[in-house]
């Protein structure tokens, strides 16, 4: 059986959100009141990401150059490291991310990492806004369950399924997933279910955990 490796990004692979980093420094505060609708669970993901995401207007340079130069972006420790052990063990490593491609793009060029799959919004950078849309492994729009959908199509391959995240919507992945990574809020949602998982603060402790588990 392959052991597939879904891999969520802001908070996992980053430090920090780099979506909320870019409209806290390009938008302001104004969009933290959807934040607070989306994280209550009275907004879906996907129009909490349009309304968003649809706040930036600057374009497509400034946000690039910005992800690769802000001293803001900062990455979990270990990360090129598990990528090389993932890589010498035939571990099938996806991007799955509530966030969006460009950066996601960005933030891998800058660590000079190249050939991952990323599964993220894909966003349209016009004048006026940014279009945002969530699509599932066959091509259909979603509103939610977007993590879910390519957890459930890694399942349905036969993979083995290891689950790394950090936050709130990593725990519907996580339920039907293998083995679970958590860390922050996805740690503290796994407690209060009862659910299997192995704590970490870097990319060295799954490193260990996985020597285990194999």
Known sequence: MKTAIQLDFDGTVTLEDIGFIL???FVGNAWHQYLK???AGRMPLAPFSKKVFGMLTTDEKTLTDFVLTSDLVRIRPG??????YCKKRDYQVIIVSNGLTFYIEAVLQRLGISGLDIYAAENTFSSDSMKVRYLSPDGKELDSGFKEAYT???CQKGHKVVYIGDGNSDIYPSRKSDFVFATANLLKRCREENLKCYPFNDFSDIIGALEILK
């Open 23 to 25: 409209l806290d420094t």
């Open 37 to 39: 609708e989306y994280d």
């Open 79 to 84: 990360f090129k490291e598990f990528l090389d």
């Open 152 to 154: 459930e199509m890694l």
